[in-house]
């Protein structure tokens, strides 16, 4: 049974940055597309960036495109986000997943993000 350990969140000021890692384990990393989600303070879960199996193509939600960058490493079994120029707008706790997963499916403890001065 595939299991997701999201890090890396914490406190940063606006216009920093962090680098997030989302660690895998049992089946379906290495054969799926993967995304990253993110869930702020009373708002539903949304999905922010995907990437592709072989990690060559990516896409971003508009709110965090050109200040985000996802990539995977598929030996290491590990998804990860860079996320730059961090304003107040994005903090929420971080997951990863596959995508199109739904509130049903199995979701990690996720990693929390706040952007504040």
């Known amino acids: 049974q595939v299991q997701f350990v999201e890090s890396g969140g914490g406190l940063v000021q606006p216009g920093g940055s962090l680098k997030l890692s989302c660690r895998t384990s049992?089946?379906?990393?290495?054969?799926?597309?993967m995304a990253w989600y993110r869930q702020a303070p009373g708002k539903q879960r949304e999905m922010i960036a995907r990437?592709?199996?072989?990690?060559?193509?990516?896409t971003y939600e508009e709110s965090v495109k050109g200040r985000f960058t996802v990539s995977r490493d598929n030996a290491a079994n590990t998804l990860y986000l860079q996320a730059d120029n961090l304003i107040p707008d994005d903090t929420a706790v971080y997951y990863c997943?596959?995508?199109?997963?739904?509130?049903?499916?199995?979701w990690g403890q996720g990693t929390q993000v706040i952007v504040s001065s």
């Open positions: 997943n596959f995508i199109g997963a739904g509130p049903t499916d199995y």
């Open positions: 049992g089946a379906g990393f290495p054969n799926n597309p």
């Open positions: 990437i592709s199996l072989s990690g060559k193509i990516v």
